[in-house]
């Protein structure tokens, strides 16, 4: 918790100016075809996340926190992400990108004076300025939900980052065993945490192993050439469907060509890097890889015990590493690069059980479905979590090389269809451990 009045503007503030570097970043290294392109129809154009940023800030700090008159009411339901799905959001009477620019400016320079003027305490919504931090968060959702779209555009880069160093080495162990026992889940005093990740409590887990490091292309391949795709026996019924509906062979954006395989990334064809976490998977093929391996996917609790538990006090760790804020050295973070780094990276970064990589290069899968915690409440408001609580969803942990530091933490919940493979996911896998290891 922070008391001061001054830090916490200071630390909404500076949330708020590094996501729009960011928008900036992605919304001008293309020029305005491209931002109105629909690139996927999966995908919103650009310029549809460019001005929902800043809708979203315009009703949440610039009118809720404000009180502030509307700047422009009209355009609310074009930006309405439940009104209008992906697919149609190129159909819709869109600010054009100079405008969609200066729209987004305006917000900010007229939120900046809320921020200004808004006593921090009182209220649920400004205490420890939350509304602040979650609109920072949401804004780098969507820049990572662009980076993804840049991801799957056609033609040249537009988008260059210098390789996330190799600091892999060290990693004895292919697996850790995690002890039976209670565990603290989830948070309550987290001050920018979002609904979805509280309230804090307990969890009682069986032992399990858990892989020291996300599951790598190499380790991916050999699923792939064992034959992964043709064989039933390794999927789940749906999964099944989507491989023959689909003629899946490899993760999304892989091909075979000449006797090795290639991947695309963001413009550039190169080879599959063996060391690397497998990336662009979707549940089904996380699952099916962790059946064939005679392992299986962690579940949500499992993983965030491996992430969070420290055996020296029982408690649980804001992130692997302790509670310091992500600094470079503890994970890749931030779209500092543009891939994961090799696995076994990061020693810094890992867990008191020796765990590592668990924040940051991929998101990683687990066995579960996005369900609420006990003695949850929506906040602020239903559609943030809610509503997709009990459907088709999977939970996906600890954030990519594309998710800012603002928007992880230990206790961070993703969820998406199991059959996603665009977005910037991977896995681990896990196994119970035997009786006489508990
Ligand atoms: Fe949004």
């Known amino acids: 918790m922070i008391h001061d009045p001054e830090t916490l503007r200071d630390r909404a503030a500076s949330a708020l100016l590094a996501a729009r570097a960011r928008t900036h970043t992605l919304t001008t290294c293309v020029d305005e075809p491209d931002l109105t392109a629909q690139h996927s129809p999966l995908m919103s154009p650009l310029v549809w996340d460019l001005a929902h940023i800043g809708n979203q800030e315009e009703q949440w700090l610039m009118r809720a926190v404000g009180g502030l008159e509307a700047l422009r009411p009209e355009i609310d339901s074009v930006y309405d992400a439940f009104e209008h799905p992906r697919a149609e959001r190129p159909s819709l009477p869109l600010l054009p990108p100079a405008e969609a620019h200066s729209y987004v400016a305006e917000v900010r320079g007229r939120v900046l004076d809320v921020l200004e003027k808004t006593p921090l305490r009182g209220d649920r919504l400004v205490e420890q300025a939350f509304a602040f931090g979650m609109v920072a968060q949401h804004e780098q959702q969507h820049d990572e939900t662009m980076l993804i779209t840049h991801q799957l555009r056609r033609g040249p880069a537009a988008l260059t980052a210098p390789p996330p160093p190799d600091t892999s080495g060290g990693v004895v162990e292919a697996e850790v065993l995690v002890p039976a026992g209670h565990f603290t889940m989830g948070t309550s005093s987290e001050p920018w945490a979002l609904d979805n990740e509280r309230p804090a409590h307990h969890r009682l887990l069986p032992a399990f192993h858990i892989d020291?490091?996300?599951?790598?292309?190499?380790?991916?391949?050999?699923?792939?050439?064992?034959?992964?795709?043709?064989?039933?026996?390794?999927?789940?019924?749906?999964?099944?469907?989507?491989?023959?509906?689909?003629?899946?062979?490899?993760?999304?954006?892989?091909?075979?060509?000449?006797?090795?395989?290639?991947?695309?990334?963001?413009?550039?064809?190169?080879?599959?890097?063996?060391?690397?976490?497998?990336?662009?998977?979707?549940?089904?093929?996380?699952?099916?890889?962790?059946?064939?391996?005679?392992?299986?996917?962690?579940?949500?609790?499992?993983?965030?015990?491996?992430?969070?538990?420290?055996?020296?006090?029982?408690?649980?760790?804001?992130?692997?590493?302790?509670?310091?804020?992500?600094?470079?050295?503890?994970?890749?973070?931030?779209?500092?690069?543009?891939?994961?780094?090799?696995?076994?990276?990061?020693?810094?970064?890992?867990?008191?059980?020796?765990?590592?990589?668990?924040?940051?290069?991929?998101?990683?899968?687990?066995?579960?479905?996005?369900?609420?915690?006990?003695?949850?409440?929506?906040?602020?408001?239903?559609?943030?979590?809610?509503?997709?609580?009990?459907?088709?969803?999977?939970?996906?942990?600890?954030?990519?090389?594309?998710?800012?530091?603002?928007?992880c933490r230990g206790t961070f919940r993703n969820w998406d269809h199991p059959v996603r493979r665009q977005i910037f996911a991977g896995f681990r896998t896990a196994r119970d451990a035997g009786p006489e290891e508990a």
């Open 212 to 407: 020291t490091v996300p599951v790598s292309n190499a380790a991916y391949l050999r699923f792939v050439e064992d034959g992964g795709y043709r064989e039933p026996r390794w999927w789940a019924p749906e999964g099944w469907r989507m491989v023959c509906e689909n003629n899946l062979k490899a993760p999304l954006f892989w091909r075979h060509e000449g006797g090795e395989w290639l991947t695309r990334r963001f413009g550039v064809t190169e080879p599959v890097a063996p060391e690397e976490p497998v990336l662009h998977v979707s549940w089904y093929e996380a699952d099916a890889y962790a059946r064939w391996a005679g392992r299986r996917l962690p579940s949500e609790a499992e993983w965030e015990k491996a992430a969070r538990w420290d055996p020296r006090t029982g408690r649980s760790r804001r992130y692997p590493w302790g509670n310091d804020d992500p600094r470079p050295e503890h994970a890749n973070l931030g779209q500092r690069h543009l891939r994961p780094a090799p696995v076994g990276s990061y020693p810094e970064g890992r867990s008191p059980l020796g765990v590592r990589q668990l924040i940051g290069d991929v998101w990683e899968w687990t066995s579960g479905d996005f369900l609420p915690y006990p003695g949850f409440q929506a906040f602020p408001y239903p559609e943030y979590s809610e509503v997709f609580f009990g459907g088709a969803y999977k939970v996906l942990r600890g954030g990519s090389f594309a998710v800012d530091p603002v928007a």
